[in-house]
């Protein structure tokens, strides 16, 4: 059977970022609640939030430009931008308004989150890249939750946009769903802005390269700072086991002598004592002397 190569999955990649932040996630409670229902999100105390002003003027209005496009095809219906929202139903029946009214509710938030050097709805950060929650659309939008992700379902049919999920078995206890949403150049490219895009995505992406090397650059002298501290630990470590060591054989060596000569002092007293010889020497002495059993030319 053919294994497939493991590919290594690094934090400041996008296929990374899913695993990004799991240690702030709360363990789930062994003890099963009761269900209360759907919670609706888009009511939480949390300001309204969209693009900024530095974002709207970036890159010749390239987020601007297209918030107001979005705006005005909402509000007009001329069918000049993003027709391919306007022709999802397979009978050619228009889209319904109330789907466009929350894509320009949520046009705002949506393409602030977006990272034009990846097109994900993510941001870098201390050398890991993030994802931005669909709960973060529906809270600074005001929409509710489910209807935010119907939108994205019709963006998608729409070749929009493109989720990814991944599950992950958090810590062995609980799963956990991580959702990519990925823009597609189309996007802009239906909305008259695929040429801003291409130049807002070439400064972007150096711009994120210049990051993560920066990042990478610190991240890699931290490791050899902490391998050559690891490897002095182990050096200093090493020193003192062998000077314990050391100290350890020449207190044995001076034991032995110290046995070396009080055996031989008192064997030889004994000889004197008793007159007696060998082998009737050796087994009185050993009866006399029980500690001095051992000779000395056994150690």
């Not at 934090?11 to 209360?36: D, M, T």
């Not at 005005?72 to 000049?80: C, F, G, I, L, P």
């Not at 139903?89 to 466009?100: E, F, I, L």
């Amino acid at each position: 059977m053919k294994l497939a190569p493991v590919r290594t999955v690094l934090a400041n990649s996008v296929r990374g970022a899913q695993f990004n932040g799991l240690a702030n996630i709360p363990p789930r409670s062994v003890k099963r609640r009761k269900p209360v229902g759907t919670v609706d999100r888009a009511q939480q105390p949390r300001r309204l939030r969209g693009l900024s002003d530095k974002q709207k003027f970036v890159f010749d209005g390239l987020l601007g430009k297209a918030e107001e496009r979005i705006q005005e095809e909402a509000k007009n219906r001329q069918t000049r931008w993003l027709r391919r929202m306007d022709c999802l139903s397979p009978a050619g029946y228009r889209t319904y308004q109330q789907k466009w009214d929350t894509l320009a509710r949520i046009a705002g938030p949506l393409l602030a989150r977006l990272d034009l050097s990846t097109m994900i709805l993510g941001y870098y950060q201390n050398g890991e890249y993030r994802l931005n929650r669909q709960r973060g659309l529906s809270e600074d939008s005001g929409v509710n939750e489910w209807t935010v992700s119907r939108l994205l379902g019709d963006l998608e049919a729409a070749k929009y946009i493109r989720r990814k999920q991944r599950r992950i078995f958090h810590n062995g206890k609980q799963w956990i769903t991580r959702t990519t949403i990925n823009v597609r150049a189309q996007f802009f490219i239906d909305l008259g802005l695929g040429h801003l895009l291409a130049q807002a995505r070439t400064a972007m992406k150096a711009k994120l390269k210049k990051a993560v090397d920066k990042h990478s650059a610190v991240a890699k002298a931290e490791a050899l700072a902490d391998l050559a501290g690891a490897r002095e630990r182990k050096q200093s470590h090493e020193g003192a086991k062998r000077a314990r060591q050391e100290r350890d054989r020449r207190e044995q060596q001076g034991i032995q002598a110290d046995y070396n000569e009080q055996w031989q002092r008192t064997f030889a007293a004994f000889i004197v004592d008793t007159g007696l010889r060998e082998p009737q020497l050796s087994r009185e002495f050993v009866k006399k002397y029980p500690h001095f059993a051992r000779h000395p030319i056994q150690t």
